[in-house]
């Protein structure tokens, strides 16, 4: 199958146009990628959208294994999409869940973010009823651990 620049298949992404939605629109990509989560186990579908510094857009959503450590979040997709495609910065981040409140990422998603973006790329936080929490990397990981900090004797 063809992946289009954003990440989206060709006809994911013709079939989005037709219902109005553009895929630069993060929002949009990461509820509409949110549908598609395998998550038997726990129910909890989570979305993410990333904008490269190239202005790409790509996708990921949780995937859940009955061996639970074995999945795979929603951002470290998204995240492996864009290397998969050939880029490395990220610029902008979008996650959505079916939850009261917009759910921060994981530990280890944060760190993943940090390796792939500056303190001050933008992350929004969302929930499917509409609710919104604006924040940045280095807020979400204050002293991220680097590759600055493996210079050295």
């Given at each position: 199958m063809f992946l289009a620049s954003n990440g989206y298949s060709r006809e994911h992404d013709i079939a989005m146009k037709k219902k109005g939605l553009e895929m630069k629109d993060l929002r949009a990509a990461a509820s509409a990628v949110r549908k598609n989560a395998h998550a038997p186990y726990s129910a909890f579908k989570v979305g993410a959208a990333i904008r490269s510094d190239s202005g790409a857009v790509y996708i990921g959503c949780n995937v859940e294994n009955v061996a639970y450590p074995?999945?795979?979040?929603?951002?470290?997709?998204?995240?492996?999409?864009?290397?998969?495609?050939?880029?490395?910065?990220?610029?902008?981040?979008?996650?959505?869940?079916?939850?009261?409140?917009?759910?921060?990422?994981?530990?280890?998603?944060?760190?993943?973010?940090?390796?792939?973006?500056?303190?001050?790329?933008?992350?929004?936080?969302?929930?499917?009823?509409?609710?919104?929490?604006?924040?940045?990397?280095?807020?979400?990981?204050?002293?991220?651990?680097?590759?600055?900090?493996?210079?050295?004797?």
């Open positions: 074995e999945g795979t979040c929603a951002e470290a997709g998204a995240i492996a999409a864009m290397v998969a495609a050939g880029e490395t910065t990220l610029a902008e981040v979008y996650v959505i869940a079916g939850s009261p409140s917009p759910v921060p990422p994981c530990g280890g998603c944060r760190q993943k973010l940090a390796e792939f973006g500056g303190g001050d790329v933008p992350v929004t936080l969302a929930t499917v009823s509409g609710e919104e929490f604006r924040t940045t990397i280095g807020d979400l990981l204050p002293g991220a651990f680097g590759a600055a900090h493996m210079s050295g004797e």
